[in-house]
């Protein structure tokens, strides 16, 4: 078993004689150490604090950082030759300077999951709630359009969460645009291929939409996030943190999520949504894909780079920390930018604003 430099007892912390005991069983080493960011990807590795055990005896790398306030737990699957390691964090929300083996147990209620059964279960009702409220609006029909808004925001929500946690972060917004893309082309016909509450606020407000089918819409895609979320979560048994990136500050990451849900909203509207276009061009679905590039890019490295309020509720379901403060910021920030996006549209184009096309439901149909 390899052992880090550096002695401490197992005794000093109350939860090391635990990890020994399935260091023994399970031919694990077990790494403790504080989340250095919001994101679990790049985490420097002075930010953590290691305790590999043995059957005979447990070390410890002293601390240099306590940046962070989620535990971070890390299994080593040592193999018997000892040439090479595999790395799985799981994130549970605990209290750094106060932690004990009950507090542990907690965290890893769902045996390992990264959430804890209360709060899936308390998310899985609000999905289920906000699905539910969808399908009265429509009052039972039509419901293949909220059938298409479900799955392509549950997929967009399981692929941004597969890869910020185990994606490479060179492609990993290439693999999230593709995934839009594809769903675009795949369910545009069906209901529009919006996978996202500002996309349809934007399209309601250029009066593309009814309002009945935006809030049944916007329903679905919330529903759908939550659940994305949780799933990729459960899957991968950690999350990661809604909020800002490196030291910027709230503002900062809201204007950045308010300029690229602007341009991703008036870039559907122009490509997909105008009378021009609308039906006539096959590229609006890569067009809108490469929006999600520039911004992913552009502001990933800022605010995260959600641009989706689905996008945002799925994350703060699976969150091991308190971020409904941030949720509240980047959706307002969503919305603001939607709006403008709207409004960008009519001033470009004012012959869409003509008395036949209002309150129309959009259709990306060929």
Same mark, same amino acid.
């Given at each position: ?41 790049? #985490? ?155 996309? #349809? ?101 800022? #605010? ?61 149909? #060929?």
């Amino acid at each position: 078993m390899k052992r880090l430099h550096g002695a401490t007892s197992c005794s000093a912390i109350s939860v090391r004689p635990l990890f020994c005991l399935l260091s023994v069983i399970t031919d694990h080493t077990f790494i403790i150490g504080t989340e250095a960011s919001s994101s679990l990807i790049g #985490s420097p590795r002075e930010h953590w604090h290691d305790v590999t055990c043995d059957p005979n005896d447990c070390a410890t790398e002293p601390v240099t950082s306590q940046l962070g306030s989620a535990l971070l737990i890390q299994s080593h699957v040592i193999d018997s030759s000892a040439t090479h390691s595999k790395k799985q964090a799981v994130p549970v929300p605990l209290n750094q300077d106060n932690f004990g083996p009950e507090q542990l147990a907690l965290g890893l209620a769902a045996d390992g999951l990264g959430i804890s059964v209360v709060t899936l279960g308390v998310w899985h009702t609000a999905a289920l709630t906000l699905v539910g409220i969808a399908a009265m609006i429509y009052n039972g029909e039509n419901l293949h359009k909220l059938f298409a808004e479900f799955i392509g925001t549950f997929m967009l929500l399981v692929s941004f969460g597969f890869n910020v946690l185990s994606g490479d972060p060179t492609w990993g917004v290439i693999s999230i645009a593709c995934t839009l893309m594809v769903l675009v082309y795949a369910l545009g016909s069906v209901s529009g291929g919006h996978f996202n509450p500002a996309v #349809s606020v934007a399209v309601g407000l250029a009066r593309k939409m009814t309002w009945k089918d935006v809030c049944a819409y916007v329903c679905t895609q919330c529903a759908a996030g939550i659940v994305g979320g949780l799933t990729y979560a459960v899957v991968l048994g950690r999350t990661f943190n809604l909020g800002p990136t490196g030291s910027h500050s709230w503002w900062e990451a809201g204007l950045a999520e308010f300029i690229y849900t602007c341009l991703l909203c008036f870039v559907v509207l122009n490509t997909a949504c105008s009378k021009r276009r609308s039906g006539t061009d096959q590229f609006f679905g890569v067009a809108i894909a490469f929006s999600i590039v520039a911004g992913g890019y552009g502001a990933g490295a800022i #605010s995260g780079g959600c641009f989706n309020p689905a996008v945002v509720l799925g994350i703060m379901a699976s969150s091991s920390g308190n971020v409904f403060g941030w949720c509240i910021v980047y959706c307002a920030f969503q919305v603001w930018a939607a709006a403008l996006a709207a409004e960008l549209f009519s001033l470009c184009r004012p012959e869409e604003l003509s008395a036949e096309l209002e309150d129309q439901p959009v259709s990306w149909a #060929s």
